[in-house]
């Protein structure tokens, strides 16, 4: 009889991001390499000090395990284990909503009405997974009546975005050719001034509705996106774009996020919660939105320097 052929081992990285590096990451990375029998066979850094590729040879089957012993040895630095080819994405699905906006628009337009405390609750709920999102948003926008619809545009004037999302829209485009949507359970004239400012191509997001004398109405247009929704938006630009799953990016918080996050081959937890960090391999805790740039294997010298917000 003879011997099975042994499996092979195929070009994989391991990105190492931080602010700063430890200088101790690559010798515990090397460590965690070489107890699944793997070395490192050269660097690069992406961002002196800040993010560090190890290159190395795995067996697909070994990356899950090996992000698990980096993060236990690893703790503060985002890290990923990823094949060396098709690292760059040429779609990206983004969330809006504490993923490329800071906090949640719906809170911004409760505090107007002074029912920010009310919303506030019903939406961490529903974003770790415990309320159906459909009622969960119906709940919230019917909070919302009578908020004028003039205070949407001065929100959306005062809105602060995490580090990097323009850059990581721009990097993407100007390298990768990459289509960039936003979707959102946010709402939409919020939506495309977001859109707008980080350039994606479209956004997808909620229609509220409204009275003659121009206040909300307190009712959204239904079906709203939901995480199904989210999928959906994603599946039907890879089939528009006519790209293979593998070059495919989707990064959000929610677990609403979660069907596209799973759907994509570079699924992002960006600061997520418990139950989205829980089911998903690739995660940024403790950067900023480069980070998924340096995952992707770009450089300083390749990003676009626009704006950081
Ligand atoms: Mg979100």
């Not at 499996?7 to 690559?26: D, E, F, G, M, N």
């Not at 999928?231 to 630009?237: G, N, P, R």
Request: charged share 25%; proline share 5%.
């Amino acid at each position: 009889m003879s011997a099975l052929p042994p499996k092979s081992r195929t070009p994989h990285v391991i990105t190492l991001v931080a602010q700063p590096l430890p200088s101790s990451a690559r010798e515990r990375a090397r460590s965690c390499l070489q107890a699944v029998g793997g070395s490192i066979q050269d660097e690069k850094w992406l961002a002196h000090g800040r993010a560090l590729d190890l290159y190395c040879d795995l067996r697909s089957e070994q990356a899950e395990p090996l992000t698990q012993a980096l993060w236990a040895a690893l703790p503060g630095v985002d890290l990923a284990v990823m094949p060396q080819r098709n690292r760059r994405k040429r779609l990206i699905c983004a969330d809006m909503d504490s993923t490329i906006v800071v906090g949640e628009t719906i809170e911004f337009m409760a505090e107007v009405l002074g029912v920010r405390e009310k919303v506030a609750e019903i939406t961490e709920r529903a974003m770790r997974g415990e309320l159906d999102f459909t009622q969960a948003l119906v709940e919230r926008v019917r909070m919302l009546r009578d908020l004028p619809v003039a205070r949407l545009s001065e929100i959306a004037a005062s809105l602060q975005y995490h580090r990097g999302g323009r850059r990581l829209i721009a990097t993407m485009k100007r390298h990768a050719d990459a289509k960039a949507i936003l979707v959102s359970g946010g709402f939409e004239p919020i939506a495309e001034v977001v859109r707008a400012h980080h350039d994606f191509d479209r956004q997808v997001s909620n229609v509220l509705g409204t009275t003659g004398e121009g206040n909300l109405s307190g009712t959204v247009h239904l079906p709203v996106v939901d995480g199904d929704r989210k999928l959906d938006v994603f599946q039907s630009a890879i089939k528009d774009e006519r790209l293979p799953a593998n070059l495919t990016m989707a990064i959000g918080d929610g677990a609403n996020d979660l069907p596209m996050i799973r759907a994509a081959s570079l699924g992002i937890a960006y600061k997520g919660k418990p139950l989205v960090r829980q089911a998903t391999r690739f995660q940024i805790n403790h950067t900023d939105l480069m980070t998924a740039l340096y995952y992707q294997g770009y450089d300083e010298s390749e990003i676009e320097k626009v704006d950081w917000s």
